[in-house]
């Protein structure tokens, strides 16, 4: 028999962490499900080392601090954290109770649902060379997580995106040799200042060029790229190569469950329900009028979209929780 929860968040970003905690805030016997071995969403997976400065009250802080801080902050009132499990199919009982099976076959019972998935679940388009794999977690990687895992190291970039660009000039101030490999003619997706940090850190640029092969036993030792427009082919040495290739993002099963969908959105009212009533989205899955796409904004969604679900269960409670300054559970603490 599975447990009841009065909410169910999908996703473990920003936004389903903190709406986790004031879920607790509002008393709510809540569950939290992420489709990744680790919660914090886009920040964990695309950008954990780089520094956010655009949430109020804190001046600067890394992306992965500020994920260990919403994952600290959901735990407060013990809601339960599921790992590792993609929800992809919907039920709805015959007692009105929602049935949510993840892909592993799993099966969650919850009187809500907080849809907090972003873009969906996203997988990163892999470098396409045969035996490319082999290297894969030991010189071939597909993220930048920590910076000083490069240092001293000759490393290759593949890619001409924001991340890929940033990447480099980021490295070539801890490595002995970087060099971007694009197989576009100019830098056409990244900003203007990141094309300027290239040169002023001595990146090697490789325009309209690609890789077509890795060389090395266990560990990459070169790798060989084509010009494209000549087809000239250049042996370049490397101790790990990073390919920034783009991802794939998908709602998958959650296309299929007659919510309104706009602008690849969870389209909400101001209560942030979807349009299947008992199903909420916040965070970059709900979509708007003059949606702003901020971390700081899913938190406020969150607390609405509880304070909705709340009012739902118990029309007699407060439309919203104490505030945590006279909060019991921290009163008590302090
Ligand atoms: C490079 C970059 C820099 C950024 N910089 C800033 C910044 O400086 N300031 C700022 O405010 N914003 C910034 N943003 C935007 C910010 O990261 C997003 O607005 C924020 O992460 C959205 O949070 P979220 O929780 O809604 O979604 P996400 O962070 O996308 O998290 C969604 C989670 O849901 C999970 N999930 C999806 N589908 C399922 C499923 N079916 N089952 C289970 N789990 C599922 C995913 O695995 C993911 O962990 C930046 C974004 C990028 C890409």
Not at 133 to 138: H, I, L
Not at 172 to 191: M, N, P
Request: glycine share 10%; aromatic share 8%; with cysteine.
């Amino acid at each position: 028999m599975n447990d009841l929860y009065d909410v169910t968040i999908i996703g473990g970003g920003p936004a389903g962490l903190y709406t986790a905690f004031y879920s607790g805030m509002r008393s709510l016997k809540t569950k939290l499900i992420e489709a990744k071995p680790d919660l914090g969403g886009v920040v964990t997976h695309f950008y954990p080392e780089k520094c956010i400065y655009d949430v109020g009250g804190i001046v600067k802080i890394r992306g992965e601090e500020l994920i260990e801080q919403l994952t600290q902050q959901a735990k407060t009132f013990q809601p339960k954290i599921v790992k590792n499990q993609v929800i992809d199919r919907l039920k709805v009982q015959e007692d009105g109770l929602f049935q949510l099976t993840s892909t592993n076959g799993d099966v969650h019972v919850t009187r809500k649902i907080i849809l907090a998935v972003g873009c969906g679940t996203f997988e990163v388009n892999k470098l396409q060379l045969d035996g490319a794999e082999r290297f894969e977690n030991t010189s071939l990687f597909y993220a930048v997580h920590q910076i000083r895992q490069f240092s001293g190291k000759r490393v290759v970039i593949s890619g001409g995106g924001d991340a890929a660009l940033d990447w480099a000039a980021e490295l070539s101030q801890v490595c002995r040799q970087v060099t971007v490999v694009y197989r576009g003619d100019s830098f056409t997706h990244a900003l203007e200042h990141q094309v300027r940090r290239l040169r002023k850190h001595s990146v090697n640029v490789k325009l309209n060029s690609e890789l077509i092969d890795l060389s090395g036993s266990d560990k990459l030792q070169s790798v060989t790229i084509r010009e494209t427009k000549t087809s000239q082919t250049k042996v370049i040495p490397a101790d790990a190569l990073i390919v920034n290739h783009g991802f794939r993002f998908g709602l998958g099963g959650i296309e299929n469950w007659g919510l309104s969908i706009e602008n690849n959105g969870i389209v909400v009212d101001q209560r942030m329900e979807s349009s299947v009533k008992g199903i909420f989205a916040i965070g970059n899955a709900a979509s708007y009028p003059n949606k702003f796409y901020l971390i700081a904004v899913g938190f406020v969604e969150g607390a609405a979209a509880v304070n909705a679900i709340k009012h739902d269960l118990d029309p007699e409670a407060p439309s919203q929780a104490t505030v945590s300054t006279h909060h019991e559970k921290f009163v008590q603490k302090d």
